[in-house]
């Protein structure tokens, strides 16, 4: 059963104007659509680490295995696949690339630590995460 995020408190908005108090000059419709950016956010962060997670453990099978952390075929095919993706939600193609490269790039980095720590003897041999 997945978790549903945690709703954030609304904070009061930032006035528009220096001398205006936040609370009179943000119409609640802004509020709201500000509220369902929050619960947006909160879901993304939960899956980024449901993410993280799985790619931990594909870390632990690669360095298990000797295989390199970095897979250049397989991202230029996830790279292919979320640019068509981003294209039919009407998502900018080039930045579903760019976010895509940064968490590749953050995963590969984790790999190659985790790569580090089986060589020296301290991996899990569960193949679980800790941290």
Do not use: C, W, Y
Not at 74 to 97: K, M, N, S, V
Request: avoid cysteine.
């Amino acid at each position: 059963m997945t978790e549903r995020p945690e709703q954030p408190q609304s904070s009061p908005a930032a006035p528009n104007n220096p001398g205006e108090s936040p609370a009179a000059s943000v119409p609640e419709e802004l509020l709201e659509i500000r509220r369902s950016i929050d619960n947006i956010d909160a879901a993304l962060i939960h899956l980024l680490a449901e993410r993280f997670n799985h790619t931990q453990r594909v870390g632990r099978l690669k360095a298990r295995h000797g295989l390199p952390p970095a897979d250049p075929e397989r991202e230029a095919l996830q790279i292919a696949r979320l640019r068509t993706l981003a294209g039919h939600a009407d998502l900018d193609p080039d930045f579903a690339e760019k976010f895509l490269g940064f968490l590749v790039e953050e995963v590969i980095r984790h790999h190659r630590a985790i790569a580090r720590e089986e060589a020296s003897g301290r991996g899990s041999d569960a193949g679980t995460v800790t941290d």
